[in-house]
């Protein structure tokens, strides 16, 4: 079956450091991977997508994530953290006409 | 474009009511998804449709679930004779399906249930 693992439930970091967070995947075929970013009271919004070819897809607000095969791992990446990014971070996978979350990752930024 | 709407926002129920919530997707947009999202996890599939027809429904939406999209533009989730496990968010997406493969699912707020 399908599945998404993220394995850091709780990330801080200072604004200005870089951020990496971690994904998993389980999936036969070749995934369609997501990462989704979730702040309170809004809905889920797509930071990027992967679908194929270059393996690092770069993303809306300075967000890149690089699909690495061997590994199923699909890891979002920042190099320089801003205070507003503090929020809820998903990854996903689209096996068929939906979406397969991972729990999350919230991501705490202090001054 | 004004984005996938949701009502209520915030729904508080006593256990063993029933409860409709309610989705505007985007206009032009042919599928419609709901998720429902409970606390400290991600969102998960429940069901979605195709215009007019549901043409999925995860194992997770029991018999006291029951989603419509009678003309296939709003589309309403009811949960009858609510049970305190049923709080949650409930999240509706839409999409258009075209020739690329991907059709990018764009979400709501989410309806916010409590059930006491």
């Known amino acids: 079956a399908q599945s998404v693992t993220q394995p850091d439930i709780h990330i801080t970091v200072s604004e200005g450091a870089s951020l990496e967070l971690r994904c998993n995947y389980s999936?036969?075929?070749?995934?369609?991977l997501f990462w989704y970013v979730q702040s309170p009271g809004q809905g889920l919004q797509l930071l990027l997508k992967y679908f194929s070819g270059d393996t690092l897809v770069q993303g809306i607000k300075g967000f890149e994530a690089e699909f690495k095969r061997s590994q199923s791992s699909f890891n979002l990446r920042k190099p320089s953290v801003h205070w507003s990014d503090a929020a809820e971070y998903f990854c996903?996978?689209?096996?068929?006409?939906?979406?397969?979350f991972g729990t999350g990752t919230r991501l705490q930024v202090f001054p | 474009d004004t984005g996938v709407s949701q009502n209520p926002r915030h729904k508080i129920t006593k256990r063993g009511q029933n409860v409709t919530f309610r989705c505007d997707p985007i206009?032009?947009?042919?599928?419609l998804y709901w998720y429902r999202q409970t606390l400290g996890q991600g969102p998960e599939f429940l069901t979605y449709f195709q215009n007019e027809a549901q043409l999925e429904k995860s194992r997770l939406l029991s018999d006291r679930f029951s989603a419509e999209r009678p003309k296939g533009s709003f589309s309403t989730l009811e949960i009858q004779r609510t049970e305190q496990g049923d709080s949650a968010m409930y999240l509706c997406?839409?999409?258009?399906?075209?020739?690329?493969?991907?059709?990018?699912?764009?979400f709501g707020p989410g309806t916010r249930l409590t059930v006491l």
């Open positions: 999936y036969g075929a070749t995934p369609y």
């Open positions: 996903a996978v689209d096996p068929l006409d939906k979406l397969i």
């Open positions: 997406a839409s999409s258009l399906t075209s020739l690329a493969r991907y059709n990018e699912q764009f």
């Open positions: 206009s032009e947009h042919n599928r």
